[in-house]
């Protein structure tokens, strides 16, 4: 007896199937059906075709479409692995992979770099930093003045830098990372390992955020 399960029904474009992305990523089949589900909700928030676009996956972040943050953006891009301007299914399981608890720790120190490395030159120059530190503290609404700001960045990029030739590397990253592994904290999260427990208490709230827009 056959799997009636993918007969007459539409998968949404660049789908591809549980058993595989299971096999190559931390999520079990059951957590990646369940992230199907996610997925289709995001990719029919304002365009109904099946694909995440930037203003769909601000909205699903932010609760507003328009609200533009350096940080956001950065994420969809590494979301966006083939670089057309939209995330499609199995480009949102396997990059959401990275922030699962039992991802490998070097997955999520790589992804950070990528992250920081701003104009993907391979390396993280003081400028990029800044970029970035300024952007996490306009999400998180804390307000430091120019003077602060400038005196975390010098800090953190000197410490950074052990080479003192003006980038940080991939290996210094790593290095820096050790020592302050808080940086990679973001890069983990935790209902991730139970998305199957999560997830209709997860549409349940949304769809009531939704109700109350």
Partial sequence: MGCFCS???KRTPGY????VLAAETPFTVSEVEALYELFKKLSSSII???LIHKEEFNLALFRNRNKRNLFADRIFDLFDVKRNGVIEFGEFVRSLGVFHPNAPI????AFA??????????????????????????????VLSEDVIETIVDKTFSQADAKGDG????EEWKEFVSKNPSLIRNMTLPYLKD???AFPSFVLRSEV???EV
């Fill in 209 to 211: 955020e939704d109700s």
């Fill in 167 to 170: 980038k940080i590397d991939q």
């Fill in 16 to 19: 591809e199937e549980p058993t």
């Fill in 195 to 197: 998305i199957t427990l």
């Fill in 113 to 142: 770099f990528r992250l920081y490395d701003l104009r993907n030159t391979g390396s993280i120059e003081q400028e990029e930093l800044k970029e970035m530190v300024l952007a996490l503290l306009h999400e998180s609404d804390l």
């Fill in 106 to 109: 070097e997955d999520k120190i």
């Fill in 48 to 50: 109904d075709d099946g």
């Fill in 7 to 9: 007969k007459g029904v």
